[in-house]
Nanobody, 124 residues
Framework: QVQLVESGGGLVQAGDSLRLSCTASGGTIGTYTIAWFRQAPGKEREFVTAISNNGGSPIYGDSVRGRFAISRDNTKNTVDLQMNSLKPEDTAVYYC?????????????????WGQGTQVTVSS
């Protein structure tokens, strides 16, 4: 059974960069459309970005567009999230999620496979 595992979280200062990775085990990440979501304490899970399994143009949430970039390397079985110009409001647990379809969705319920999350904390 395919499992997704996030890595790369940590504590950084405002303005810094951080790179998260989502790695698939037990299967091939290339068959999945992958999204990143985040959830801050007391808030709903928020869409960050998604990239389709055919490598088409990704989509981004309004709050991260222009600062974050998603990419995939199917040979390494990973999807990465490059986060630049981080702000304190980016502080959250970041989750990668997958679905066996090409169409991109912004809603968590559209994704059937989830990692356990990695904490990102941005200090001011």
């Amino acid at each position: 059974q395919v499992q997704l595992v996030e890595s790369g979280g940590g504590l950084v200062q405002a303005g810094d960069s951080l790179r998260l990775s989502c790695t698939a085990s037990g299967g091939t990440i290339g068959t999945y459309t992958i999204a990143w979501f985040r959830q801050a304490p007391g808030k709903e899970r928020e869409f960050v970005t998604a990239i389709s399994n055919n490598g088409g143009s990704p989509i981004y949430g309004d709050s991260v567009r222009g600062r974050f970039a998603i990419s995939r390397d199917n040979t390494k079985n990973t999807v990465d999230l490059q986060m630049n110009s981080l702000k304190p409001e980016d502080t959250a647990v970041y989750y990668c999620a997958g679905r066996r379809a090409t169409v991109l969705h912004r809603t968590p319920r559209s994704y059937t496979l989830w990692g356990q999350g990695t904490q990102v904390t941005v200090s001011s």
